[in-house]
């Protein structure tokens, strides 16, 4: 009879204890737990007033400590003069988007603003919170070592169980990553960017706080308040056929829909929100960027704010001191900005084809909607 005891103590224990290690192990190499997603419904949530997520991948090491040795150490410029677009409701309930004319004299204001500016040490600082995203699965033992050995020195790492990173996953990617950041944190806007971007954080903030500062005090009405969707946005571009972003499923248009590049946008937490409700039921094209401007085309109370600071397109375009938001940059070209070296001769070099700067006239048919080219 003992021995029966002891046995069967014996085949619940072992189980029970490789469960359980499993688990830790889990939890050390993917923060997800073992029990599933779901978060105990007392759990409180991680506040910010911007949250950024940073999609990276697992080797890209030398990007991660180029972003945490330069931009995200920026702090908030803010003398409360910037010229900030708030948009209202015309008659029939749809939301006036920002005119090309709005859109001159915001730049215009803005370039004074950057010769003006002052810093203010703010008793009440504004508190960013940033996580790099990065998949997990089909990692070596070595790289899943050195990740944990880097989350445990900067305690920065958002890492996505079950997911292998590349070029094809970008859009789930992001979807988890997005639900796992809305059931953790409590913020008002996130900041999407990829880890060859470089982000004027402290301008960026200072024009975001004046913004949401003055949205708040706006009534709206009957209307449902504004969503921000802030980027460079693209209203005629081409359906990719071949390469990494090959659409094989993209049939509403003989173009893509209006949507803001991907090297770097921010949305509202309510629009986070909406991507975390509906994931299951949400199309995921190739290209993470044309799904989001899919899944918020429908949406009347979307602030699409064009803005020529993001400099977002597939490669650099020409340097300009008032770019906030800068992709396809290297950790040596991050470096380089940080300290003041922003436009290199590479960037102006004579010869070089690069985007044109356009205004957006969201009162023209797509075709038309990127024509008023910046001089």
């Known amino acids: 009879m003992k021995i029966t005891r002891r046995i069967l103590t014996t085949r619940f224990l072992v189980p029970f204890f490789t469960f359980s290690v499993g688990c830790f192990l889990t939890n050390v190499f993917t923060n997800i737990?073992?029990?599933?997603?779901r978060k105990p419904i007392d759990a409180e949530k991680t506040e910010c007033f911007l949250l950024i997520l940073i999609l990276s991948a697992p080797g890209n090491v030398d990007r991660r400590n180029a972003i945490r040795e330069t931009w995200l150490n920026l702090r908030p410029h803010h003398n409360g003069s910037q010229r900030i677009y708030i948009p209202t409701y015309d008659e029939s309930g749809w939301l006036i988007q920002e005119s090309i004319e709005e859109q001159v004299n915001s730049l215009g204001m803005y370039k004074q603003w950057l010769h003006a500016r002052q810093f203010i040490d703010q008793s009440k600082p504004v508190k960013v919170i940033h996580k790099f995203a990065i998949g997990t699965a089909g990692l070596t033992r070595t790289r899943q070592n050195e990740l944990?050995?880097?989350?445990?020195?900067?305690?920065?790492?958002?890492?996505?169980?079950?997911?292998?990173?590349?070029?094809?996953?970008?859009?789930?990617?992001?979807?988890?990553?997005?639900k796992s950041l809305s059931d953790s944190h409590s913020f008002h806007y996130l900041l999407k960017c990829d880890d060859d971007t470089y982000v004027k954080l402290d301008n960026m903030i200072s024009y975001l706080k004046d913004y949401h500062d003055r949205i708040a005090s706006v009534d709206f009405g009957p209307n449902p308040m504004p969503e921000l969707y802030w980027g460079y946005f693209n209203?005629?571009?081409?359906?990719?056929?071949?390469?990494?972003?090959?659409?094989?499923?993209?049939?509403?248009?003989?173009?893509?829909?209006?949507?803001?590049?991907?090297?770097?946008?921010?949305?509202?937490?309510?629009?986070?929100?909406?991507?975390?409700?509906?994931?299951?039921?949400?199309?995921?094209?190739?290209?993470?960027?044309?799904?989001?401007?899919?899944?918020?085309?429908s949406m009347r109370n979307v602030f699409r704010k064009h803005d020529c600071r993001f400099d977002t397109a597939y490669m650099a375009r020409s340097c300009k001191n008032y770019h906030m938001v800068l992709h396809k940059r290297s950790a040596e070209d991050m470096r380089k900005i940080f300290k003041g070296n922003e436009c290199d001769d590479e960037l102006n070099e004579i010869g070089v084809k690069r985007p044109l700067e356009y205004f957006y006239n969201w009162k023209a048919a797509p075709m038309q909607c990127c024509d008023t080219i910046i001089n």
């Open 148 to 178: 944990f050995s880097e989350s445990s020195t900067h305690d920065d790492l958002l890492l996505v169980n079950g997911f292998q990173d590349s070029y094809k996953n970008l859009t789930k990617k992001l979807v988890l990553s997005l």
């Open 33 to 37: 737990s073992c029990l599933g997603d």
């Open 235 to 297: 209203g005629k571009a081409n359906i990719k056929t071949q390469g990494h972003w090959k659409e094989t499923h993209f049939n509403l248009c003989s173009k893509y829909l209006p949507y803001a590049l991907g090297g770097g946008y921010i949305i509202s937490e309510k629009l986070v929100q909406y991507v975390q409700t509906n994931a299951n039921i949400l199309s995921l094209y190739t290209s993470e960027d044309i799904s989001v401007g899919i899944w918020f085309a």
